[in-house]
């Protein structure tokens, strides 16, 4: 089997993953846990696949992949934020009204494939230098726009949780969200803002999938890539750079199975594509034990935040 | 002008019916929108989701036998609910209660049906069980967080399932076509007025885990849990070994699911065997605010709502997703009307 090819296809398959990771981190950084991400995902995969198709315009197709998980997200917003609905069932309500959505819209256009003009601008652009590197150089730096789109926006967040000041008060809301309303921080707000662009990124996984992942419109496209990525939010600790590297293992996970079989290497298919959930319930445990229970996370994440109640 | 909102004292019934009224009405007015944008007449769209489920004596069983894997999936949801376990596995667990009633099914099928069909049913709660044990036993030892868990724990029973129907459970007498064989008569839950029993399987489950919840110790323990972990430890309460039992019984009830949607629907079983009932009876569970009884209602109206949308399918070729549509922006609606029941909102000019 040779590791370039493969570590380029784990790649691939893990950046689904990193737009949804960091579109959760910025969800539950400001306290809100949001298992509608596999919903977003989809909304943003149909979207997309769906401009793509009608306008053969990648940068529309984009832009309306990310509007359909921005949408998602603000419903997820105002119930929980304005409305103070439980977060839970909350996401769970999103998840199931993006799946309908989805296969609502896409009936009509499952097994088209995506417009000759945008594959090719979503085709590999080899990076000066870096992609000369053995190995990893062209695994990493021999990718789609749409890749190096990915690695950006993780080093953005986490310059805008590190260094900006909106970050850190992004934060401070998901740690204590009384303190930051003390400090006179509009709580409410940062929460719109930060999971209106949570949904977005997600959205933009979606259309990663559609678009270039596989590339033509098939329904339950997701396959709960979405809830993978809720786990590895808390796999990676909520930490934007580690997220590349979560999904890009998780991504390898994935396509394990076929690479193996293609090297024939004898090995039952079914039950290497039972990995990547068994490694998540595997990494979640060991998690847990080592923190003893304690989350690393946010510590104001999951509860509603009443200035009333103080 | 002002805007403060405080907490209401005990909200009425009253308020709660209304609200929760207003909310199902702004629902079909979206609803609605939607369909008349799809150039259809909503009124005539909605006449006729009634009278695809409800229009016939066959169409009403038809949307009983809909109704049941809903109703006794959210009972076994419920008990988890009920502690704020957030269990999402019920469609892993249905899948693993039909695995484990299907392996019965097909190698002894020579079992009269009388002893054949309890030990399905033994054996697809024990599947169910075993399959929420998991999560449960990692939330009470290491507090793994269980939503993520249970559903991992659906996409690997799914997986397995599918490995079971494409490999060593393939029928060889399909021509090459993966499925799994047909259960013999013996295994298929006699009818009772032309429904299959899994109907009265539903009823008693729903009062035997009211009687529970409500009336037993481990039942006031559990709610105790869900109110608050504390109290439940100051208490002198084992929550370890409540986590363990509520999961078990949850996982035991939807792994029971499994056996009768395998045995009398399908009649044997597939990768197709939930049809996403996990998810819809989490949210059957949530609108019933927990309380058992109005399961069975609120089940009957999203069987309705199945049934009603397949039926507009074929007669305005409106997507059978359109069904899941309508759940969510439902469920959306009735979230967001809660808002108005536990809070008020006061409304200052301000000069």
């Known amino acids: ?310 | 002008m002002q805007i403060r909102v405080t907490k209401a004292s005990n909200p009425s019934n009253k308020k709660k019916v209304f609200c929760t009224l207003v909310a199902i009405g702004l629902a079909m007015i979206i609803t609605s929108v939607i369909i008349a944008v799809m150039g259809h007449n909503p009124l005539n769209v909605y006449y006729s989701m009634l009278e695809g489920c409800l229009g016939t004596s066959h169409r009403i069983k038809q949307t009983i036998i809909t109704a049941i894997p809903l109703v006794v999936t959210a009972v076994g949801i419920g008990i988890a609910f009920r502690m704020k376990f957030w269990n999402i596995g019920a469609e892993g667990q249905i899948l693993m209660g039909g695995c484990f009633a299907t392996f019965v099914a097909l190698y002894f099928k020579n079992l009269p049906a009388i002893v054949l069909l309890p030990t399905m049913i033994l054996l697809s709660a024990i599947g169910g069980s075993i399959w929420a044990l998991i999560p449960a036993i990692l939330k009470a030892k290491f507090n793994t967080n269980e939503t993520i868990v249970t559903l991992m724990m659906n996409y690997i029973a799914l997986k397995w399932v599918v490995f079971l129907q494409y490999g060593p459970w393939k029928d060889p007498n399909a021509m090459g076509f993966p499925k799994i064989a047909n259960f013999t008569d013996n295994a298929i839950l006699p009818k009772l007025f032309g429904v299959h029993i899994g109907w009265i399987i539903a009823l008693i489950l729903v009062v035997v885990i009211y009687y529970f919840i409500n009336h037993t110790k481990i039942g006031y323990e559990i709610q105790v849990l869900g109110e608050s972990e504390n109290t439940a430890k100051y208490a002198g309460m084992n929550v370890r070994k409540i986590i363990l039992i509520a999961m078990m019984m949850s996982g035991a009830i939807c792994g029971l699911t499994g056996m009768i949607q395998a045995s009398a629907v399908n009649n044997t079983l597939t990768m197709d065997l939930t049809a996403g009932v996990g998810y819809t009876a989490i949210i059957i569970a949530w609108l019933s605010n927990l309380k058992t009884p109005w399961m069975v209602v609120v089940s009957i109206l999203f069987a309705i709502l199945t049934q009603g949308a397949s039926y507009i399918q074929t007669v305005y070729q409106i997507p059978q997703a359109a069904a899941e549509v309508i759940q969510g922006i439902i469920l959306f609606c009735i979230l967001g009307s809660q808002f108005f029941i536990n809070y008020k909102v006061h409304v200052k000019e301000v000069a």
């Open chain 1, 1 to 310: 089997m040779n590791i370039e090819s493969f570590l380029t296809a784990a790649v691939i398959a893990g950046m689904p993953l990193l737009f949804a990771t960091l579109g959760g981190i910025m969800s539950e950084k400001v306290g809100h846990l949001n298992l509608g991400v596999e919903g977003m995902m989809v909304m943003g995969a149909v979207m997309g696949f769906i401009t793509s198709v009608q306008t053969q315009n990648p940068y529309l197709a984009l832009l309306s992949a990310m509007a359909a998980g921005g949408v998602g997200a603000l419903i997820y917003a105002v119930l929980t934020i304005s409305l103070r609905a439980n977060q839970v069932v909350t996401g769970l309500a999103l998840t199931i009204f993006g799946t309908g959505f989805t296969n609502f819209v896409g009936q009509s256009f499952v097994g088209q494939i995506v417009p000759e003009s945008v594959k090719t601008f979503f085709a590999p652009i080899a990076i000066p230098v870096l992609s000369n590197i053995p190995i990893i150089g062209g695994a990493f730096f021999n990718q789609s726009l749409f890749v190096y789109l990915g690695y950006g926006i993780a080093v953005i967040l986490m310059l805008y949780y590190v260094v900006t000041k909106v970050g850190l008060n992004a934060r401070m809301i998901g740690e204590n969200p009384g303190a930051a309303d003390a400090a006179g921080i509009p709580v409410a707000l940062y929460k719109y803002i930060n999971i209106v662009l949570g949904g977005m990124l997600c959205g933009l996984s979606g259309a990663f999938l559609s678009l270039v992942y596989v590339p033509s419109w098939q329904q339950n496209i997701t396959a709960g890539k979405g809830w993978i990525a809720v786990a590895l939010v808390i796999f990676i600790g909520w930490n934007p750079v580690k997220a590349i590297f979560g999904a890009i293992l998780f991504g390898a996970l994935d396509i394990l199975g076929l690479r193996l079989q293609a090297a024939g290497i004898q090995i039952n298919q079914y039950f290497v594509d039972m990995l990547p959930y068994l490694m998540t319930i595997i990494f979640l445990v060991i998690g847990s034990i080592r923190t003893g229970g304690a989350s690393k996370g946010p510590k104001a994440l999951g509860e509603a935040y009443f200035r009333e109640d103080r």
